[in-house]
């Protein structure tokens, strides 16, 4: 059974930085995506970034390109979004995503992952 386990969220002042974890479980196919989303309330769900297992290619949304990164660690079978730079729009429920890859790349919508893990509060706060 694939499982995806978060942590690392919590509350940060604007400008600070968290790093979020996502444990894989070892029923992911290594040509599998993992993706983060997040979704505030009252808005929708959205791509944050995302990595390809087999040859680590990111892609990021444009909200968070060069403050966030997504790495992953294959030994641990974890994947990390490291996030700097926080502001209040940043505040979501983040989640851990794992899916096939849509072609050579990974997919940007949520519909395109078939297996979430529980989410994860990250509240920046001014």
């Known amino acids: 059974q694939v499982q995806l386990v978060e942590s690392g969220g919590g509350s940060v002042q604007t400008g600070g930085s968290l790093r979020l974890s996502c444990v894989v479980s070892?029923?992911?196919?290594?040509?599998?995506?993992i993706g983060w989303f997040r979704q505030a309330p009252g808005k929708a769900r959205e791509k944050v970034a995302n990595?390809?297992?087999?040859?680590?290619?990111?892609s990021y949304a444009d909200s968070v390109k060069g403050r966030f990164t997504v790495s992953q660690d294959t030994a641990k079978k974890t994947v990390y979004l490291h996030m700097n730079d926080l502001t209040a729009e940043d505040s979501a429920m983040y989640y851990c995503t794992a899916g096939p890859p849509a072609g050579p790349v990974c997919g940007s919508n949520w519909y395109s992952y078939d297996y979430w893990g529980q989410g994860i509060q990250v509240t920046v706060s001014s």
């Open positions: 070892a029923y992911v196919r290594s040509s599998s995506c």
């Open positions: 990595i390809k297992i087999a040859d680590g290619s990111t």
